[in-house]
């Protein structure tokens, strides 16, 4: 039987919506299968707002229409049927799942009395224990004890048992005051307001004024808006007005008014804005018009038939949800959770065992939070890139690392600005910064003079930005540099291997990939840097991959890979695998290692059984080492696109201090879990510097 827990409110604008994607994304990290269930939707046709935001959830692997119990219309007509068919159908998913959120109504359509009373019966009828979600805005700690002691008595009047209590939207100011008047035992956090999340995207004001976008980048309709202004005086004016984030609503025949806004937009000085709406159906003249498209504004533009009330009216009254089409929103409200509620506690009361499974979820999760128990420093030296502009917005929101950005301060942050990010926190650096490039060009120069480097060259070299932010590694500015996604792997890592050069008794610079499969992590090496390693080499990448299993909570065990198995092959390649092996063997007589061996034995254990009988590794192996770059890379791949893996890097091993090569193609995501892997080996070696 799956563990749940129901996620219910007394009353509307709670947010528990917060709640559940920060209970669901907990329970992620510890167990495979994650189920949402939505007892009660508003419609049955996929327009549940909080039900997608949960069926986006990468740990969840339900349909819509299994996750939905019944409408509020089925209730309307026979509430007790519509109960009787909601239980039916949460059973159906509980069988599927090893844990369930389960996500009660949203006082939309019937009297809170009756609806938070139908919540009691469903939450008693599925045996599922209760977290009450109540809102803390406009009201005082005692106020919100009392709204939470009501709520837990009728509950309990109804047969439902509350085992957690949250407190959100509240004060921020009173955070703590509210913490500690919630019931002992059961408190499991208050969390403060944050405009950002009751913030609407910028569509849902398109499509609240059935506007039309007459240009800018569409992509940036995403943004959230802070604030909804109606700019109908003149330009001198208008432009005190201005805030950060807002749309500002002015007549389409006032093409003063947007020449001012769009200039303002776009100059220093003067706030990001989110959009421009022109109402009352004005049409700009056509010089205007050829003007504006002259511009190529990115700021979205948007026509409106309608008048200027209607439309602020419109706009203002337009609620801003927390969904995945916000991934800003998103990390903050898992930000909110992980820093506000007791996650000890709450993870005890869900009391689910942990399992062996590893998912690529959990791992991914894993990631983030030991990268975040000892903050480390990385630069990302591609600020011109919007991937990596979104990747430092959720590493910063979520408090994963420090980050220091290379490229101009200025349009950086004007774009962060423009596509409604946070980087606030980030630090900017220009890889011309006189001070810096000084600094760094002399000491380059003495770590290359041998090789025929002059101090002219030195200053040149060190403006590039991968050299740039390797010697910002290499100097103690930084303790890891992430780069490639608009770089090659040699423009990378060559860098490194100048400059920061390999730890003691390595002989040479490999990768690895973190195969994430369906229920564990396997360390494939080396798939991205040697092609064809010596019998020495391939023993140095052997022990490194090993060693980096370790740092990623792996217990190496170290199949080196061939095209025969133990005894049974001959010729110069198996040869070569067998001596690496012995290498191995008698510089690191505590790893678990054996080879040669085929991958099929090396994790098949039914395979293992009839090839390798008595080998310590095959049928189990955690490591797999490969014995050329062909091998490896198209086995990876294999691997990747067959069986669905998620590889993770390449991670680069063997340097006295971590860089890390990104792919051209890398989504958001993959620059996220890359920072945190640099960050988890910047840890690892200063606890081995701490420990020599």
Known sequence: MAQSIYIASAEGDSGKSTVALGVMALLARTVGRVGVFRPVARVADGSDYVLNLLLGHESVDLTYEEAVGVTYE??????????????????????????????????????????????????????????????????????????????????????ARVAAVFANRCDAAQVDQIREAMPSGIGMGALPEDPVLVAPLLSALVEAVDGTVLAGDEALLSREVRDVLVGAMNPEHLLE????????????????????????????????????????????????????????????????????????????????????????????????????????????????????????????????????????????????????????????????????????????RARAAELGLEIDAAQIISPSDPEHVERFAQHYYELRKHKGATLDAAHDRVQDVSFFGTMMVQEGLADGMVSGAAHTTAHTIIPSF????TTPGVGIVSSV?????????????????????????????????????????????????????????????????????????????????????????????????????????????TVLVFPDLNTGNNTYKAVQRSAGAVAVGPVLQGLRKPVNDLSRGALVQDIVNTVAITAIQAQSIDSDKENA
């Open 241 to 412: 007005h201005l805030v950060e984030g807002a749309v500002v609503i002015t007549p389409g025949d006032r093409t003063d008014a947007l020449l001012t806004l769009l200039s303002a937009h776009a100059a220093e000085g003067f706030p990001s804005l989110a959009g421009i709406i022109l109402n009352g159906g004005f049409a700009a003249p056509e010089p205007v018009r050829r003007l504006v498209e002259g511009l190529s504004p990115t700021l979205p533009i948007i026509h409106t038939e309608l008048g200027t009330y209607q439309t602020a009216r419109r706009s203002w009254s337009t609620r801003g949800r927390l969904s995945r089409e916000s991934q800003l929103k998103v990390d903050l409200a898992l930000s909110m959770f992980e820093r506000h509620v007791d996650t000890e506690a709450l993870t005890a009361l869900l009391d689910v065992a942990k399992t062996d499974v590893v998912t690529p979820l959990m791992f991914e999760y894993g990631l983030l939070d030991r990268a975040r128990q000892d903050k480390k420093r990385i630069v990302l030296p591609e600020g011109n890139d919007d991937r990596i502009l979104r990747a430092a917005s959720s590493l910063l929101t979520r408090q994963v690392v420090d980050l220091t950005i290379l490229g101009d301060e200025q349009a950086i």
């Open 498 to 501: 100048q400059i920061i050069k």
């Open 513 to 621: 990939f973190l195969m994430c499969l369906s229920d564990r992590v396997l360390v494939y090496g080396d798939c991205a840097v040697n092609p064809d390693p010596t019998a020495e080499q391939l023993a140095d990448i052997a022990i490194s991959s090993a060693e980096t299993a370790r740092q990623f909570d792996i217990e190496p065990r170290v199949a080196m890979l061939s095209y025969s198995t133990g005894e049974s092959g001959s010729g110069d390649d198996v040869d070569k695998v067998r001596e690496a092996t012995r290498i191995v063997r008698e510089r690191r007589p505590d790893l678990v290692v054996d080879g040669p061996m085929q991958y099929d034995a090396a994790v098949e254990p039914s395979v293992a059984a009839k090839k390798a009988p008595d080998s310590p590794v095959a049928g189990r192996a």
């Open 74 to 159: 089925d209730v309307f007509r026979d509430p007790d049927r519509a109960l009787t068919t909601i239980v039916q159908r949460y059973h159906d998913v509980e069988r599927q799942c090893d844990a369930v959120v389960i996500v009660g109504t949203d006082y939309t359509d019937i009297s809170g009395a009756a609806e938070f009373e139908f919540n009691a019966r469903i939450a008693a009828n599925l045996g599922a224990p209760v977290a009450l979600v109540v809102h803390g805005r406009d009201r005082t700690p005692r106020e919100i004890s009392r709204v939470i002691e009501q709520a837990c008595a009728e509950l309990e009047e109804h047969h």
